[in-house]
Structure formats: C-alpha cells, structure tokens
C-alpha cells in the first residue's frame, strides 16, 4: 500500500465508469498537500480558425481513462513518489479574453503558492502566456520548450494583442523567458513573409522547424535541449496541432508535414533531467475529433509529462 493518489483501477470499475477526471484520479479543490496536478483551462476565445477548445479539457480528461499507471517503456512510476490529483478547471470568462488572461495568472498564483507544478489541459494557446507570468513570479524567467506547427509571436490579430497566436510575443515583452534557452520544435507550413520564423531566432531562440526531424529521431535533439537548459527552470508547452493531423485531426489550424506520435514522446522522455516546473498541453478541438484519438493522444502526452516531473521514481 502506498499513502499516495492512485488513479482508479480498471479491475476496480470498468474503465467507462468512475470519476470523470485526469486518469480518474481523486479531485479536489486546491493544490495543497500535491506535488503536480492536472487543472484544466476550458477556453477557445482565443482562437482565429475553427473553435471547440473550450470542450479540450473534459474530452482529454475521458480519453484518459485507459491510462495505466506504470510506464513501461521507461520504467516510471509516478505515483509511488508524487501526491497527484485533479483540481478541477480555470473558472474563466468566456466572454471577455482579456480578462480571462488575469483570471488564469491568478489562479495559478493561488496554485503555485503551495509549490506545485501544474500540467495543463487546453483550452487554446493563448493560456500559456498568464501561466508563464504566474510562473516568473514563483520561479523567475524560465527555459522554454515549445512544440508546436506555429510560432506564436504575432504582434497582433485582428489589432488585437492577445490572442492564441501571439502568446510567446507577449512572454517575450514581459521578460519571462530565458532567451537562449528557448526552443521552438515542429514549425512548419505557409507564412506571410519569408522570415516569419525568423522573429524568434533574432532573439537568441532556437527554432527546429518541421522538415529538419521528417525520418528522424529526436532523442538526439532532445540531449542537445537538456545540456543548453542545464538546471533552469523550464517550461514545456506542447501544441497538439504540432503533429501531422494524420494523427490529430482534432485541431483547429491543421498543418500537413507534421511530427509523428513517437517523435512526440521522444520530445517529452527527453524532457526527463530537466527542471520542470509546469507543463501544457493546448489546442485539442473535440467536435474535429471524431474518433477521439486526438484528445487520446493528448491524455497520453499529458501523462508522458508527468512521468518526467522531477522526483518521479523509476524501477
């Protein structure tokens, strides 16, 4: 027996019935006394294509009832050494975009006070940047691991300067990011200009785009990430639409050329060593998601994070 959340059992209850959260973990209603939790952001407000993300986080949190809880491709055992559970979801304002970003930053004040890390289900890209700003707070400006088809460093969209399209502008303009050690992995598709991508790379980041990793491991990109990043504090956000919409269709701006299921768990195994101190997982649009593979794979994803959270246990 361990003192520690375990997530329900399907020889416990069939894997269809149960509670209706992360892994069918326990819930409650803050982070205190947790050494991660999964917290939901059910928004799309922020989105310029097709909509739906508000209906991520509960479709993920369904999907992931099959998830077992050892790994056994790389021995991690997350819950004999982390408190975990579910806290339940962002309480934002589905009318108003900007006053969502405040309410997100403050929630996770209230979260990260009790010194948690916090992984995220999505709910569009724009949430990213009110975590980070949360985040700065507790850990100071952080390393950034950004998987994703799009840069995200718009400077506006539709004149407006908060949208899911210029979130890493605006943690740009606010200081939270530690420059050289910001990673941009899966850029792909049409642009405006052709130094569209370049905007990130004049500012110290380093950006991978999507035809450089086709037939490639990535383990060897992931090693190359940890030594620049070294003991920083670091930041994963993960945009679903970065994979080829052959695997996730359930998205709302698609883009062919995309990275693979395997290369996406390579992304995230590398991440193990480093010092996390939150993760995201965004983007996820149920009703493109017919089969529900999408939000499938990002339960999956979300709990590959988990598993190389520091202090996680392997055998």
């Known amino acids: 027996m361990t003192d520690y959340n375990q997530p329900l059992g399907g020889n416990d209850m069939p894997r269809f019935g149960g509670p ?19 917290i939901g952001i059910p928004m799309d407000i922020g989105t310029s294509n097709r909509p739906g993300t508000r209906l991520g986080p509960r479709q993920i949190r369904d999907e992931s009832r099959m998830i077992r809880p050892y790994n056994m491709a790389t021995r991690a055992a997350p819950f004999e050494s982390l408190q975990v559970a579910d806290i339940g979801d962002v309480p934002i304002n589905t009318f108003d975009l900007k006053k969502s970003v405040e309410i997100i930053a403050d929630h996770y004040r209230g979260v990260l006070a009790h010194g948690v890390i916090p992984l995220t289900l999505g709910g569009d890209h724009t949430l990213t940047w009110p975590i980070l700003r949360a985040i700065k707070e507790r850990h100071g400006p952080v390393a950034l691991i950004h998987v994703d088809a799009h840069a995200d460093i718009n400077d506006q969209m539709f004149g407006e300067k908060v949208a899911h399209g210029c979130p890493f502008r605006r943690a740009w303009e606010e200081d939270l990011l530690i420059n050289d050690k910001v990673f941009q992995i ?5 642009g405006y200009a052709p130094e569209d991508f370049d905007w990130g790379r004049d500012r110290g980041w380093t950006v991978i785009q999507a035809e450089e990793l086709w037939y490639k491991s990535l383990a060897p990109l992931m090693a190359e990430v940890r030594a620049k990043i070294g003991d920083a504090p670091c930041y994963l956000t993960f945009d679903i639409d970065s994979l080829d919409p052959a695997f996730a269709p ?9 990275l693979s299921t395997w290369q996406a768990l390579e992304i995230v195994r590398g991440c193990a060593g480093l010092n996390l101190v939150g993760c995201d997982l965004v983007e996820v649009s149920p009703p493109y998601d017919p089969s529900g593979n999408t939000a499938l794979i990002a339960a999956n994803l979300l709990y590959e994070m988990l598993c190389v959270l520091p202090g996680v246990k392997r055998g």
């Open 20 to 38: 209706a959260t992360m892994m069918r973990l326990p819930a409650q209603a803050t982070a205190e006394g947790l050494n991660a939790c999964f």
């Open 250 to 258: 359930g998205t709302g701006t698609v883009e062919p050329g995309g």
């Open 186 to 190: 899966g850029l792909r598709a049409t």
